[in-house]
């Protein structure tokens, strides 16, 4: 049996209308009472705030397709609100710069990691991630970096391993659709970390 989750947001720009966001699904055997379930929903799944400012409300509701029988149907959404911050004159952006497509980074060295960013502040703060599958699943570097165009990092206190499908990826905490992914890169060495 299958339980499919559904995940909506609803505000400003969607015109105050539920939208779908991504659904997903699970196993109802793998499920029991109180069992704590989370998943991640990312910008794969198509999870994109709209990019126009105000309030808005986003909500999780599990077995939506209503597949798995309960005795209380009315109670499977969680909702939380938030604000979407008003873009700044001149839509921000953000590239790295490094590493490139021809770079190989060795994980016993440490790397910098570089950006440029157009039309907000080098005091805001960015989120610096990196992906060793190819963009399929992200780990932090930091979350809280300045916004400064670079970040040494330190790939053996990350147990990295050696991939050709490797990408960094930095984003604006302040305007969090602001992001950008590097090129594919190539890590290795990663056993020679200690």
């Not at 909500?59 to 109670?75: I, K, L, Q, T």
């Not at 206190?157 to 090129?183: C, G, M, N, Q, W």
Request: proline fraction near 5%; charge should be negative.
């Amino acid at each position: 049996m299958l339980s499919k989750q559904n995940y909506e947001i609803k505000g400003p720009g969607t015109g105050g209308a539920w939208q779908q966001v991504a659904d997903d699904g699970s196993d109802a055997d793998q499920l029991y009472p109180g069992a704590a379930q989370w998943e991640e929903i990312t910008d794969e799944h198509g999870a994109h705030i709209p990019n126009v400012a105000g309030t808005y409300t986003a909500r999780a509701c599990a077995d939506y397709h209503g597949s798995v029988p309960e005795s209380d149907e009315n109670n499977n959404c969680s909702e939380m609100t938030f604000e979407v911050q008003p873009v700044p004159a001149g839509s921000p952006t953000i590239t790295v710069t490094n590493p490139t497509h021809d770079d190989e980074w060795r994980s016993d060295e440490r790397k910098h990691i570089e950006w440029t960013s157009e039309n907000f502040s080098s005091q805001e703060r960015v989120k610096i991630e990196y992906s060793l599958d190819g963009g399929k699943t992200w780990d932090l570097v930091d979350d809280t970096a300045v916004n400064d165009g670079g970040k040494y990092w330190d790939m053996c206190e990350f147990h990295t391993e050696d991939t050709d499908d490797a990408f960094i990826r930095v984003t604006s905490l302040k305007y969090p659709y602001v992001y950008d992914d590097s090129d594919e890169f190539t890590i290795d060495h990663a056993k020679e970390c200690k």
